[in-house]
């Protein structure tokens, strides 16, 4: 005899319903990353150090991800075991090209934009990535009748920053408020990790870390898996359309401070070495004419801005608002 087959009912769990097109989804399948959930969310940037980590989070829920990349698929290739078969579905793109921004988000119900650089190519200035970019993808992702759009930036995004790479994040901010009047505006602190260039670099440039202003700088360090949990709320919560979230530690962390406590994680000491702004940034703009990226007069400049968040303003929402503990700097360093 055969075992009797049993059959799972769905339940009010397995519906969404958009809050801004009015659009149903419907779960298909069992629960988790062996099924599909009724939704499909294009993530740009998805190569990046946030990218794998929003991937990931989304497809063992058993979302259909687009994974918009430019250049080779290798850069993309590791993500493809993040979910089941065919729910990770890669598609070369470029930004400049809104025939293929179209394709990689006309059957999205979601787009997530992690696109971002500290520095400029010969290919991208900052304006065609952060302003241009953005609003290319939130003007298309509006015409195709996506839902919901997050648009990813920084917390120190100021009209009026000292750095070029913070002003273009603000103007892009912006642009994509215009042009998607419900898009969600995500603004991170500086993040960690295990792919990170805060943490890692202390460490690999152990012999000789190179800080300006002795190393003063204040930061708010987050961890990416706390920021791609936040996200992903947000993404799904349809009470969220339009808000702006800032994220970041509720403790304040010198650089120095960090450096101080890599050196007691890894028992080594770190030779911190204080270096004069201007001399570093004449150094990194020579570094920058050589064919590999090593660093840029704009990643210097972002060494002495400090990670501020907006003060006394009650539309601007916080890992709090959201449900989210997120972990300690000490805990989670290593």
Known sequence: LSAPIKLAKRGKADVMVRKTTGQTLVGRGTYGRQSWNGQTVTVFGCSGFLGRYVVARLARQGTKVIIPYRGLYEYVRHLRPTGDLGMIVPMEFDIRNPKQIEECVRYSDAVINLIGRNYETKNFNFDQVHVEGAQRIAEISREAGVSRLIHMSSINARTNAHSDVLVSKAFG?????????????????????????????????????????????????????????????????????????????????????????????????????????????????????????????????????????????????????????????????L
């Not at 202390?202 to 706390?226: E, W």
């Not at 060494?303 to 501020?308: A, G």
Request: proline share 5%; net charge negative; with cysteine.
């Open 173 to 333: 901010e912006q642009r994509v408020r215009e042009t998607f009047p419900g898009a969600n505006i995500v603004r991170s602190a500086t993040m960690y990790g295990y792919e990170d260039e805060l943490l890692n670099n202390i460490g690999k440039f152990k012999h000789f870390y190179m800080t300006i202003n002795n190393a003063q700088q204040k930061l708010r360090p987050v961890c990416v898996s706390d920021v791609a949990h936040a996200i992903d709320i947000i993404r799904d919560n349809e009470e969220t359309v339009g808000q702006t979230y800032e994220l970041y530690n509720q403790k304040e962390y010198s650089r120095k401070d960090v450096v101080e406590l890599v050196q007691f994680l890894i028992h080594e000491k770190v030779w911190q070495v204080n270096v004069p702004p201007k001399m570093l940034r004449l150094a990194a703009q020579i570094a920058d004419i050589l064919p590999f990226h090593y660093t840029s007069q704009h990643e210097v400049d972002l060494m002495s801005i400090d990670d501020v968040p907006t003060a006394s303003n009650p539309s601007i929402q916080t890992f709090a608002d959201l449900g989210i503990e997120p972990h300690t700097l000490e805990l989670a360093a």
